[in-house]
DNA sequence: TCCATATAGATGCAAGTGCATCGATATGGA
DNA sequence: TCCATATCGATGCACTTGCATCTATATGGA
C-alpha cells in the first residue's frame, strides 16, 4: 500500500488547527491556573457527572466521553473522590463495576470552574467570530469527526 | 469585574473543537506509534529546523514555533541529539546559547515521520472536506489566533 | 458444574511535564 | 570599571501519563 499526500489546503487546515486548538487549551488552562481552579478534564467529568444526575454514571461510560484513556479515567476519579467531589457506589448487578456520582461539593466546583472556562470561551470564541461563523466551524468540525457518525 | 457567558453557538464550536482537535492528534499519534516512530512534537522540531537549513536556530527560536515551553524545548532537543538527529554548536558572539542544526539523520527521520503524518492528514481532513472548505475552515481558525495579529 | 475467556477497574514502573531555580554569560547605567 | 539586572539554557523535584499487567468478577460453552 501507497502512502498518499495530503493536498496543501489539508495541510494548511491541519496547521492551524493543531495550534489554534493548543493555543486556545494553554490560554483557558492558564486562566484556571491564575484562578486557583484544577484542570479543564475536571470539569469536563464533573460536566458528565453533573448531566448524568444522581443515577452517576460507570467509569467505563466516561472513558469515551471525555476522551481519556481507562487509566486516566481510574485515576482522575480517585483523585476528584480524595477532594471529596465525587463517590463512588458499588453497584449491586456487577460486583467488579462502581457507580460514580458528583456530590453537592462538586457541582459547587464545576460552577466555580465554569465561571472561568465560560468567560474564557467566550473570550476566546464569541469575540472573534459571529454567531453564523461559529456555526459553519462547527459543522465544518463535525466532519471531521472519528468516527465519522460519531461524537 | 463580571464574568461573561459564553453564546451557545461559541460553547457548541468550542466543544467541537477541543472535541476533534484531541480525536485527530490520537488517531495520529496512534499511527506513529505503529510504525515505530517517536512523537508528533519531534516532527514539528526536525521540520522547523529543516526549513531553517545549515544556519539553524537557537532554541528561544523553536519555543514560539513550536508551541513549547523553555524546558520542553531543551529537553525535547536533548533527546533529539541523543538520536544524532540533530547537533548543537556553539555560538560565537554569546557564550550562553548554541545553535541548533539537523543532522542528514534526522532529515532521513522527518521525512519517514512525514510519509505517516502526511498519510494521516490526507486521511483525516483531505478526505472528508473539499479544498474550498478546508481554506474556509482555515480562515475561520485563523481568527481565533493568539495573539490575534500572530501565528 | 467447570473452566476458558472477557470485562471492570486499579496499579507498579518508566517516561514525560510543570514549576521553580540554577549557573553562566550579556548588557546597560552609574 | 563595576555592579545590578536580564537573558539563555539546563535541571532537581514533584506530579502526571503511558504501558503493561494485575486482581476480581462475569459470562458462555462443553
Redesign the interface.
Known sequence: MT?????P??????A????????????TEDALKAGGLPPLAWYDVLHELAEAGEGGLRPFELIDRV?LAQYGVSRLLARLEAEGLVEKLPVSDDGRGQTVRITPGGRDMRRRIW??Y??S??????D??S?E??????T???????P?TG?
Open positions: 502512502k498518499r499526500s495530503p493536498s489546503e489539508a495541510v494548511a487546515a491541519w492551524r488547527l493543531m495550534r489554534v486548538s493548543r493555543q486556545l487549551v494553554e490560554k476522551l465561571a472561568v465560560g468567560a470561551i467566550a473570550e476566546l470564541m464569541g472573534r467570530l454567531a461563523e461559529l456555526k459553519t466551524l462547527a465544518l468540525l463535525a466532519r471531521l469527526r472519528h465519522p461524537n
